[in-house]
């Protein structure tokens, strides 16, 4: 695993849009997976600045979100559809087309979660997969006890997770109790990996991705055995890793 450490959040998001920029010059018809949350924000702000000053295209990109809420309209404040053209999509020239979220709506939301898994597959599996992380070490809404080989599925939110994304919504009770979220075989599928974590409450969270034993309790650790992960990460969300390689 490559860890690159920065001073702070923004140089954290300045490495992270750097990174991300090369992949999409390098390949314009990448296909990207994306996060949502605080921690990529700063990260998307560059995607766009960079866009309109040196004009990278997402014309080629094609897109698939980790997660949706289970229960919000597309149009809700706080549905990821919504986070993702309001932070980064309504901004660049990405093709709407090329545009994936599940869809928190479906009639069928077994038959959503399938289709989902497939168009992955069908566009070739994920180039490179962004990921934040839980404190309780979910990746995606993969929350802890989720089994390895899951693929897209519906998972039921842990408290602690409510509460730590009640901060957008008006009180905890507004949060909603399900998501959809790529399942941990999905992610582990991504050709490369970038993961971004900022700020101190993160620091036990990244201790133990790197140095816990790989267990279901602690979802991230999977990333021992992928075999292209780039973790970008504060000084602050790094305190307890001593040997950094950059
Ligand atoms: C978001 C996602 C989550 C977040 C994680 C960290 O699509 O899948 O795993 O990455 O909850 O969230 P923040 O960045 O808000 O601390």
């Given at each position: 695993m490559k860890i690159i450490e920065t001073n702070n959040y923004q140089e954290m998001s300045e490495k992270a849009a750097h990174f991300l920029i090369k992949k999409v010059q390098d390949n314009p018809a990448i296909i990207l997976g994306m996060a949502t949350g605080g921690t990529p924000e700063g990260m998307y702000r560059l995607l766009i600045d960079d866009h309109k000053n040196n004009h990278t295209s997402y014309q080629g990109v094609t897109t698939f979100n980790l997660d949706e809420y289970i229960g919000l309209p597309k149009d809700d404040a706080n549905s990821y559809y919504s986070y993702m053209w309001k932070t980064l999509f309504d901004h660049i020239d990405i093709n709407d087309e090329h545009v994936h979220l599940p869809n928190g709506l479906a009639t069928n939301i077994e038959e959503e979660c399938k289709n989902y898994e497939r168009l992955i597959k069908q566009y070739g599996g994920i180039d490179v997969q962004v990921l934040g992380i839980g404190e309780n070490g979910h990746i995606g809404f993969n929350e802890p006890g989720t089994a390895f080989d899951s693929h897209t599925h519906v998972i039921e939110l842990t408290d602690s997770t409510r509460e730590a994304n009640s901060r957008y919504f008006s009180n905890?009770?507004?949060?909603?109790?399900?998501?959809?979220?790529?399942?941990?075989?999905?992610?582990?599928?991504?050709?490369?990996?970038?993961?971004?974590?900022?700020?101190?409450?993160?620091?036990?969270?990244?201790?133990?991705?790197?140095?816990?034993?790989?267990?279901?309790?602690?979802?991230?650790?999977?990333?021992?055995?992928?075999?292209?992960?780039?973790?970008?990460?504060?000084?602050?969300?790094l305190k307890h890793i001593s040997h950094v390689t950059v």
């Open positions: 905890i009770y507004e949060v909603p109790k399900e998501a959809i979220t790529m399942g941990i075989h999905t992610i582990m599928q991504a050709k490369e990996i970038v993961l971004l974590a900022s700020g101190e409450r993160k620091a036990e969270a990244l201790n133990q991705l790197l140095h816990a034993e790989i267990s279901e309790a602690f979802p991230a650790s999977i990333l021992q055995k992928h075999s292209n992960v780039t973790i970008i990460a504060d000084r602050d969300a």
